[in-house]
């Protein structure tokens, strides 16, 4: 794989357990609490385009088409983006290994293209690394920024987290738990609210245009936004959302060069707009102008969010070796509800169903070499590169574990080490379990995916539906269910 990246810098240009019991789901959700791609530089607001991008042409079936890698790109997704297979790709591109993870960024490539209709604008409106709350966002400070600035938002508070929380500790507390860049956050509630400029927020019900009963207060409507861009972004990054309808019900195709980011403001934008105000959000004078007024051209920085043939370090399953528990979900969200499947479930052993209390011997443990860099009801950060920012390298994310005997701020653990106990505490669940994920430089890495979330050798892949799945390892395979059955253990000392 070294020798693969190398070769690509040039190219580029240079088990038992009869619990026989219903054990754990969850949702781990905030939701729980009430022309071409041409970005001028300079932190002046960009002028709009004189005249629209050009779509794509029409391509005969599998002519090859010229594309540049980007940041994230897998031979899987880019397959089902440009309608051909992995196998073709191979095929023209013989210098990859079928077993590459991530692309080089800016490595060229040729890709057989099936053309499809109605591609849309070439244009792009935000880098993926503004989009996740990645190492990009490093220095900047939320509410020093929203202190400075006029708007309704400094003086806007809402009671989230058994406490009053400012209008900047709201953004940073949907930033953090979505991974979500906050620029990127204040940039739509300025779009679409006047957030930052307006004396009072818009007389509308729903801020952000985003319809669900009684959601209709500010934080709720970023709640359901940041949502809602996660869905998009993930969506893109794994191939499986490439078209949709928009708020008129008109096909939406996005342009199979475009970036996550980009892809993901499209869907975002596609819930509440149809015609021309659709057009608008999403060209150079839309979300973009506003984001480089406020904090420059985005696309300034040319960050690597997800480098080359990006490796996952050896991780252990998050429960002490001797024991046996049961794998209770498969892969579904990291955190919010829909994409991305980054997270698996695991459930102690118990006589009980529901929310039972964990025996002693029953803790979740470090599944790496870690520094715990965030240790609340909303999760456990457990810092891989240990640089105290949740925000770069590998983090391994923890949900329900309960309050006492949590690993506190700053405790630095070994792999294996205690880091709590399975509870139903934090979001929603039907039961005690620990629910487990991973980030990358801010990114939700999906559990079934090019890049597996592997546990202690054993190898997750997804169901028709969220919370299903499997685990492989060798020759035996668990099936995940809730129900705590023999056919969901798991042991740790499985060879």
């Known amino acids: 794989m070294n020798k693969f990246i190398s070769n690509l810098s040039k190219s580029a240009g240079s088990v038992f357990l009869a619990a026989g019991l219903l054990l754990a789901s969850c949702s781990p959700s905030i939701e729980s609490q009430p022309a071409l791609s041409i970005h001028p530089s300079g932190d002046s607001a960009p002028v709009a385009a004189s005249t629209p991008p050009q779509n794509r042409p029409s391509y005969a079936p599998g002519q090859l088409v010229d594309y540049t890698a980007q940041t994230g790109d897998t031979l899987p997704a880019l397959a089902l983006r440009f309608n051909t297979t992995v196998d073709e790709i191979l095929a023209a591109n013989p210098f990859i290994p079928r077993e590459a993870t991530t692309m080089p960024p800016g490595m060229p490539m040729k890709i057989p293209i099936y053309y499809r209709a109605l591609w849309g604008t070439t244009f792009q409106s935000i880098p993926d690394h503004a989009f996740v709350n990645s190492p990009a966002g490093s220095g900047f400070n939320t509410a020093a920024f ?9 003086n806007y508070r809402a009671y989230v987290g058994a406490e009053w929380k400012s209008g900047a500790e709201l953004v940073d507390y949907v930033a953090i738990n979505y991974s979500l860049n906050p620029r990127l956050l204040l940039a739509i509630l300025e779009y679409q609210g006047g957030a930052l400029t307006l004396d009072e927020p818009p007389a509308r019900r729903n801020l952000l245009g985003l319809i669900r009963p009684f959601w209709e207060s500010p934080y709720l409507q970023m709640v359901l936004a940041a949502n809602t861009l996660n869905n998009g972004y993930y969506g893109w990054r794994q191939g499986s959302l490439v078209e949709f309808e928009d708020a008129g019900g008109n096909i939406i195709r996005p342009d199979p060069w475009q970036n996550a980011g980009s892809a993901a403001m499209q869907y975002y934008f596609s819930r509440m707009f ?5 057009n608008q959000a999403i060209a ?7 984001y480089a007024n406020l904090f420059g051209d985005p696309w300034r920085d040319s960050f690597e969010l997800l480098p080359g043939s990006l490796q996952q370090p050896e991780l252990l399953l998050p429960f002490p070796s001797d024991q046996t528990w049961n794998f209770t979900g498969g892969p579904h969200t990291g955190w919010g509800a829909g994409e991305p499947f980054a997270a698996l479930d695991f459930a102690p052993p118990s006589e009980r169903s529901g929310c ?4 002693p011997e029953n803790f979740a443990i470090a599944v790496a070499d870690g520094l715990v860099v965030r240790s609340s009801k909303d999760g456990v950060a457990l810092d891989l590169d240990r640089d105290g ?10 949900l329900h574990l309960a309050t006492d005997q949590r690993a506190p701020l700053g405790a630095d653990l070994k792999a294996g080490d205690m880091i709590g106990y399975p509870s139903c505490e934090g979001g929603r669940s039907t039961g005690t379990h620990v629910h487990i994920a991973r980030k990358y430089n801010g990114e939700w890495i999906p559990a079934d995916s090019p890049l597996p979330f592997v546990l202690s050798g054993w190898v997750p892949h997804k169901g028709t539906d969220a919370y299903k799945g499997t685990l492989s390892k060798g020759g035996l395979t668990v099936i995940a269910c809730e129900c705590g059955d023999a056919y969901t253990a798991i042991s740790g000392s499985y060879p």
Request: glycine letters at 12%.
């Open 146 to 154: 929203v202190a400075s600035q006029p708007g309704w938002l400094k």
């Open 274 to 278: 149809t015609g021309e105000e659709f």
């Open 284 to 290: 150079p004078e839309g979300l973009y102008k506003t």
């Open 356 to 359: 039972a209390p964990a025996q």
């Open 389 to 398: 920012d949740e925000r770069t390298g590998w983090v391994i994310y923890y």
